[in-house]
């Protein structure tokens, strides 16, 4: 018997073959003969030797962001599941309803320009010792009256610096303006708006009306005539209220300007009239706690400290002022032994070098802290107070209560007293009297709850790297976030209806 041959054989080319003129047929060409071949090879190598599905090594898994790194183009976006959907992993998207988007290409004009020129920023002074650190300020660690780590010598009015520092490590960032749950403009309004405060009012609006005229153009803004927009403007908002063109009329109009009332502006005291334009949060302190640990830290140290004073004021007197109480708390507290108090000559005075370290040891050791109103309602004290562990004494409901809504328990008796300024001007009320009849478990009780505030009132390092703690910043975003999409809905949000 023959043996069987598998595959095929091989032969020469026609060309090749002493009789290939006598055959007249060519031979197939060697190249077919090898993919004969080849193909006959792995048919029978398929057979004996079947694949594995698992024939190549596995990669190792690696976690899916849900949200766009800021340093990608958009470009990167076209796989990822949008907002409020699922990806293919099967993952919620943890910034669906988060994601804002930033005016990086915002000309310097109105920011990093103001901070270069910082040594004209206030006629009194050098506003430039508080510009590093962004916005922060020098730091203050090490002088006996702070900790190591975590303060600074920040001026009140720092706001728009450290916020705009804070959001460029913002989670939930996107170069997709489509994308976004809001937009937020990274100019610096109060510090232009402090800077001219003193000059006539066409240089005072000159580059508020130039930034409504830059928004106006970008397709960001018109997609909703700016609904969605939020900025940073750090001082009380009746330093953006001026009503008249008449240069003896006190701030800017920023606030009445009807492009910027379509926005929402971060101030540290709200138009009362206009609340949908304006939403107030807490004064820079001059605690700037990078993570948990450092709030922690220094939450037990505020509950460890001697409270040697029943109660306590920082400031200065208001002498031309008939809406404050400060020369009835000056009377009340010299005449008392249970009284501390730090009094400067003037504003100036309370913003030396030697003030920190001053005031914070101060509130530190005091029960309670007096909070008059100055200039307007609130004031920078209250939350130096709280840091401090000291329980506020209001003396007006605007100081606070109808202010930091987003920030502040509802219930203001579990954290704070109300004396009413009527009240202390007729001499009808004693402060000492008055704080003194608090019962001890009950001041306990309410020093506790003021310490339990401490996070929720200061903001974070904006330089670092992961904040895991929620501060004043990630509080105000939310409050943001929340009106916008109220807005979006059509629901009211105070009494324009907007």
């Not at 020469?12 to 009789?19: E, T, V």
């Not at 508020?208 to 939020?230: K, N, Y």
């Not at 330089?463 to 105000?476: G, L, M, Q, S, T």
């Amino acid at each position: 018997m023959k043996a069987t041959t598998i595959g095929p054989t091989f032969q020469k080319d026609a060309a090749d073959r002493p009789d290939a003129a006598a055959a007249g047929v060519p031979w197939p060409s060697r190249v077919c003969y090898l993919v004969a071949l080849a193909t006959t090879f792995w048919a029978v190598a398929s057979v004996l030797f079947p694949p594995s599905p698992f024939s190549l090594p596995l990669l190792p898994s690696v976690p899916v962001r849900h949200h766009p790194p800021r340093n990608k183009p958009p470009a990167a976006l076209a796989g990822q599941a949008p907002a409020g959907q699922s990806n293919r992993t099967g993952t919620a998207d943890p910034c669906a309803g988060r994601y804002i988007y930033v005016y990086e290409d915002l000309p310097p004009r109105f920011n990093d320009d103001i901070v270069r020129g910082c040594g004209a920023l206030r006629p009194w002074m050098d506003m430039c010792p508080f510009m590093p650190n962004c916005g922060m300020g020098r730091p203050l660690g090490g002088d006996g009256a702070f900790p190591a780590r975590g303060w600074y010598a920040t001026d009140q009015f720092m706001l728009d610096v450290i916020l705009r520092c804070r959001m460029r490590r913002y989670a939930c960032l996107t170069r997709d303006p489509a994308r976004a749950a809001a937009v937020f403009v990274p100019a610096y309004a109060s510090l232009d708006g402090g800077r001219y405060l003193w000059n006539g009012t066409a240089t005072r609006d000159a580059l508020a009306l130039d930034l409504v005229a830059w928004l106006s153009r970008r397709p960001e803004w018109r997609a909703t005539g700016g609904r969605d927009h939020f900025l940073a403007a750090g001082r009380t908002a009746w330093d953006f209220l001026r009503k008249t063109d008449d240069d003896a009329d006190w701030g800017t109009k920023l606030l009445r300007l009807p492009a910027v009332r379509n926005m929402t502006a971060l101030v540290l005291e709200i138009d009362p009239w206009h609340q949908s334009a304006t939403l107030a949060v807490p004064y820079p302190t001059y605690f700037h706690p990078a993570a948990a640990a450092d709030v922690r830290a220094w939450q037990e140290t505020a509950r460890a400290a001697e409270r040697r004073w029943l109660f306590a004021f920082a400031g200065a007197p208001r002498p031309r002022s008939k809406e404050t109480v400060r020369a009835e708390i000056f009377q009340q507290c010299g005449a008392s032994s249970r009284c501390g108090m730090f009094r400067c000559t003037n504003a100036s005075d309370c913003e030396s070098a030697a003030a920190p370290g001053a005031v914070m040891r101060l509130f530190g050791s005091s029960s309670f802290c007096l909070q008059p109103r100055g200039d307007t309602p609130t004031r920078r004290s209250t939350f130096d107070a709280v840091v401090a562990g000291c329980i506020p004494v209001f003396f007006h409901p605007d100081s606070a209560y109808t202010q930091y809504t987003a920030h502040l328990p509802p219930d203001p008796e579990s954290w704070s007293v109300l004396i009413m300024h009527t009240d202390v001007k007729r001499r009808n009320v004693s402060i000492e009297e008055t704080l003194g009849k608090i019962p001890p478990e009950t001041v306990r009780a309410m020093r506790e709850e003021v310490i339990r505030l401490i996070p929720r009132l200061v903001y974070a390092d904006p330089r670092a790297k992961r904040v895991d703690f929620k501060d004043a910043f990630d509080i105000a975003v939310e409050a943001v976030l929340d009106r916008v999409a109220k807005r979006r809905r059509g629901d009211v949000v105070d009494d324009e209806g907007r």
